[in-house]
């Protein structure tokens, strides 16, 4: 996958996407980050790339050419392109699933006051939040979609069941997890995650992942019970579900004795 990320302020993009996961991902070849500085592009004799706004008020509007130039110069326009923007729809596993599934994307991020609307007319890039609030720029919003899809890329993580696992990819927020050492300072780690017994150990996960999710995201919580009738659950998770739910339709001894006492009733 190719990535351009265009930005008055490329060695942002540079220092982060050089390092861990992102860095190793580039040198296996699974994924390129290009951080195009728009400034390079600018054509003013100043080399400056901000104006003050028409209309007056506060602030600076990078301008029109050297923004346009820099998209001319990725091909933008036979590319998806995202533009970090407050505005935007509020950003999701969802979408950065989407943005996984492409070839190549094009990151525009604004700075100062924005960006001159001429360019989100013409160019007519897709306006992403990541949440609501007002950063100096778009450059960390580019980046945490970035992250985001680079370790959905096959490859990019080694252990592509750890990315479905984690929180909110399933539904639910992913349950506690421990390591070395197996006591800290009076702090044990829980019998179960060293019985070795992996039925037991994943039903006490799914069971976690329930509680958590109940009690720090009810908005998960209400969609995944919605849900929840639909998926592909063995009988003990059905029994763990309906347990923490309250909701005894989930119990699938009950759907079974109520299926026969349909059946008694045909009869008749
Ligand atoms: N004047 C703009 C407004 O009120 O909508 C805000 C401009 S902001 C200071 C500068 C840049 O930061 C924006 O152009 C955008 O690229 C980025 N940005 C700010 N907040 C963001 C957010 N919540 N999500 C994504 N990008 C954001």
């Not at 195009?36 to 990078?62: C, Q």
């Not at 700075?111 to 007519?124: A, M, N, S, V």
């Not at 539904?171 to 197996?182: A, H, I, K, V």
Request: glycine share 8%; hydrophobic share 35%.
């Amino acid at each position: 996958m190719q990535i351009d990320i265009l930005t008055l302020f490329p060695e942002m993009i540079d220092q982060v996407s050089g390092h861990s996961i992102l860095g190793r991902a580039q040198k296996n070849g699974l994924i390129s980050i290009r951080a195009v500085d728009i400034r390079a592009f600018t054509e003013d004799r100043h080399r400056k790339t901000d104006e003050a706004p028409f209309g007056g008020g506060e602030g600076m509007v990078m301008t029109v050419q050297p923004v346009s130039d820099a998209l001319r110069a990725v091909d933008a326009g036979s590319k998806r392109i995202i533009y970090p923007s407050p505005k935007g729809r509020l950003l999701d596993q969802d979408l950065i699933e989407g943005l996984a599934a492409e070839q190549d994307l094009v990151f525009l991020c604004g700075h100062y006051e924005g960006i001159d609307q001429r360019i989100l007319d013409y160019w007519k890039p897709e306006e992403v939040s990541i949440g609501d609030y007002i950063l100096t720029g778009g450059e960390l919003a580019a980046l945490v979609m970035v992250d985001a899809v680079a370790r959905l890329i096959p490859g990019v993580l080694g252990n592509e069941a750890s990315a479905m696992s984690e929180s909110v990819y399933s539904g639910l927020l992913e349950s506690p997890q421990y390591t070395r050492p197996r006591i800290y300072e009076n702090m044990s780690v829980p019998d179960v995650l060293l019985s070795g017994d992996h039925e037991r150990i994943r039903l006490w996960r799914y069971r976690q992942s329930l509680l958590e999710t109940r009690e720090k995201r009810p908005d998960l919580w209400r969609t995944y019970l919605e849900k929840a009738g639909s998926l592909d659950l063995g009988k003990k998770e059905k029994e763990i579900l309906a347990e923490i739910s309250g909701v005894d339709a989930f119990r699938p001894d009950r759907r079974r004795r109520g299926k026969r006492k349909d059946a008694r009733t045909e009869k008749k």
